[in-house]
């Protein structure tokens, strides 16, 4: 949006125009709401594996990570072994969580971070952030794979992955993403959704401010729409000129 020269008209102008947007605004609502209730229509596909993770507690199966709750959400972090820090896209979802989580907890959900890293470079990174929020490692187990987020070295040499639930055409190790689960009274553990590429952007409440602002996401039309974002603790003065290499969010 060009800030400069922009139309300035009377209040009642104002007004007219405001609600003619707000009437679009309200379209908008009933559709995410009737987005919503078909995706709590999805059917559920039962988890079969008996995945186990290391969390700073010691080893924790799937639905112990559910604690005393009915409902799980996962955010994938792309966070590989051997990686010096966490993606910055993924560190910017991972800022909004602990505000979030207190919430979603007397709403019967309980949240996870997970990633491949072994525990003890997840616990390293997650002090320099300051995170609180549970964070386990999957390192060593197929759950990354199996929930389409880490890839093999075989499937990144073809260039192509099976990615969003489609071919995607940028080969990486990690990509991140959301995945939900629940947990009947049989203790039985369902994957009801998972979203994926721009679908992450449900834990980015940062972009939800900016998009109410004159500049809005000031992303440009370059490929790597966040390649403004830095973790939390390395942003410059000023916004940094040289974009960063990589972005976790570059299509739909």
């Not at 996870?112 to 386990?136: C, T």
């Not at 999957?138 to 990144?156: C, L, M, Y």
């Not at 489609?166 to 990509?175: F, H, L, N, R």
């Not at 992450?200 to 729409?225: A, F, H, I």
């Amino acid at each position: 949006m060009n800030t400069v020269n922009h139309p300035v008209v009377s209040k009642a102008q104002w007004i007219a125009q405001r609600k003619t947007l707000l009437a679009r605004e309200k379209e908008l609502t009933r559709l995410r709401d009737q987005i919503a209730r078909e995706r709590r229509a999805l059917p559920w596909e039962r988890v079969e594996a008996d995945y186990v993770f290391e969390a700073p507690e010691g080893r924790r199966t799937l639905a112990e990570l559910f604690g005393d709750r009915r409902q799980l959400l996962v955010q994938h972090f792309m966070l590989a072994p051997g990686w010096e820090q966490g993606c910055p896209s993924c560190s910017f979802m991972a800022d909004h969580a602990d505000g979030m989580n207190v919430h979603l907890a007397y709403r019967d959900v309980s949240f996870v971070a997970m990633s491949r890293a072994p525990l003890a470079e997840i616990e390293r990174f997650r002090r320099r952030m300051g995170w609180q929020f549970k964070w386990v490692s999957s390192h060593g187990t197929d759950f990354n794979h199996d929930f389409g987020v880490s890839f093999t070295p075989e499937e990144v040499a073809r260039g192509k992955l099976h990615y969003n639930y489609g071919e995607w055409p940028m080969a990486s190790e990690e990509w991140p993403g959301i995945s939900v689960f629940y947990k009947d009274d049989a203790g039985e553990i369902f994957h009801t959704y998972s979203t994926y590429g721009r679908g992450v952007e449900v834990m980015m409440g940062t972009y939800n401010m900016l998009d109410l602002t004159p500049k809005g996401r000031d992303e440009g039309d370059g490929p790597y729409k966040m390649d403004w974002v830095r973790h939390h603790d390395r942003y410059e003065p000023e916004p940094a000129a040289k974009p960063a290499a990589h972005s976790c969010c570059v299509h739909d």
